[in-house]
T-cell receptor, first 116, second 115 residues
Framework: EPEVTQTPSHQVTQMGQEVILRCVPISNHLYFYWYRQILGQKVEFLVSFYNNEISEKSEIFDDQFSVERPDGSNFTLKIRSTKLEDSAMYFC??????????????FGPGTRLTVL | KNQVEQSPQSLIILEGKNCTLQCNYTVSPFSNLRWYKQDTGRGPVSLTIMTFSENTKSNGRYTATLDADTKQSSLHITASQLSDSASYICVVTPRPTDSWGKLQFGAGTQVVVTP
């Protein structure tokens, strides 16, 4: 069964450094998402992406964050200058459609980001 | 403002027993409501999906119910197994169309099944 993959599984970085989290969505999906989950807290929406542009973003997704689909398969989340509070599990998800029963978002296994 | 509230926060049950988890939401209008299972350190996996016109949906030993009038949903786990130990998250997809992707997550109910 196709699945969303994410790399790396764990990223440790120093405060102020840039990180790029990578995701390979399911191949026939058109909508892509990033979520984060701070330890012990609920999953929070960051951004959705469709047709090579951001379709929606949350208040968390400020100028430090950016997303890109550099080729036909990868979907990346970049954090330009990491802060301690960026430490979280970051989940990528993809869906075939939006609205209706085909909008099930399939989640990747996550990347645990630790900012020191 | 948290638009999806779940209870209880955590739950310990004996293997083989049944349990019911609750979800109250204020997201309105909404497109659909899902229950996800999240194993520790993993991404959420969809268990059930219900549109606003559906009352119940089953997936094996998992049965979800929805009352759109009272804005309540429940997830019933029958004959629990050790592998059911996980966080169960209620997720609401809002309408209108500019919020399709912006899922509203509950905080989850942590279920621990003991032998």
């Amino acid at each position: 069964e196709p699945e969303v993959t994410q790399t790396p599984s764990h990223q440790v970085t120093q405060m102020g450094q840039e990180v790029i989290l990578r995701c390979v969505p399911i191949s026939n999906h058109l909508y892509f998402y990033w979520y984060r989950q701070i330890l012990g807290q609920k999953v929070e929406f960051l951004v959705s992406f469709y047709n090579n542009e951001i379709s929606e973003k949350s208040e968390i997704f400020d100028d430090q964050f950016s997303v890109e689909r550099p080729d036909g398969s990868n979907f990346t989340l970049k954090i330009r200058s990491t802060k301690l509070e960026d430490s979280a599990m970051y989940f990528c998800a993809s869906s075939e459609a939006q609205g209706g029963l085909r909008d099930t978002q399939y989640f990747g296994p996550g990347t645990r980001l630790t900012v020191l | 403002k948290n638009q999806v509230e779940q209870s209880p926060q955590s739950l310990i049950i004996l293997e083989g027993k049944n349990c019911t988890l609750q979800c109250n939401y204020t997201v309105s209008p909404f497109s659909n409501l899902r229950w996800y299972k999240q194993d520790t350190g993993r991404g959420p996996v969809s268990l059930t999906i219900m549109t606003f016109s559906e009352n119940t949906k089953s997936n094996g030993r998992y049965t979800a119910t929805l009352d759109a009038d009272t804005k309540q949903s429940s997830l019933h786990i029958t004959a629990s197994q050790l592998s059911d130990s996980a966080s169960y998250i209620c997720v609401v997809t809002p309408r209108p169309t500019d919020s399709w992707g912006k899922l509203q997550f509950g905080a989850g109910t942590q279920v621990v099944v003991t032998p």
